[in-house]
């Protein structure tokens, strides 16, 4: 099935430990097929199958670790 690619601006990140975190979780979440997230860049970018999940999904992982996230179009 195709997927889709994220792009999400995340805030409260403050060490690198922070960009694994929010990887670990991510990659327990069904349908997503690859992530990458950096502190330096505030970013994390999502690869997901929109059959399983979608970007709301993603923010709502995130914000339960303690970050919030925002889409980037
Ligand atoms: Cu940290």
């Given at each position: 099935?195709?997927?889709?690619?994220?792009?999400?601006?995340?805030?409260?990140?403050?060490?690198?430990?922070?960009?694994?975190l929010i990887?670990d979780a991510l990659e327990d979440?069904?349908?997503?097929?690859?992530?990458?997230?950096?502190?330096?860049?505030?970013?994390?970018?999502?690869?997901?199958?929109?059959?399983?999940?979608?970007?709301?999904?993603?923010?709502?992982v995130?914000?339960?670790l303690?970050?919030?996230?925002?889409?980037?179009?």
């Open positions: 099935m195709a997927t889709t690619t994220h792009t999400f601006r995340i805030e409260g990140m403050h060490c690198g430990s922070c960009a694994l990887d979440l069904p349908g997503v097929r690859s992530t990458q997230t950096t502190m330096k860049q505030a970013r994390s970018t999502v690869e997901l199958d929109p059959g399983q999940n979608s970007p709301e999904d993603v923010i709502k995130i914000e339960e303690g970050y919030r996230a925002s889409p980037l179009p």
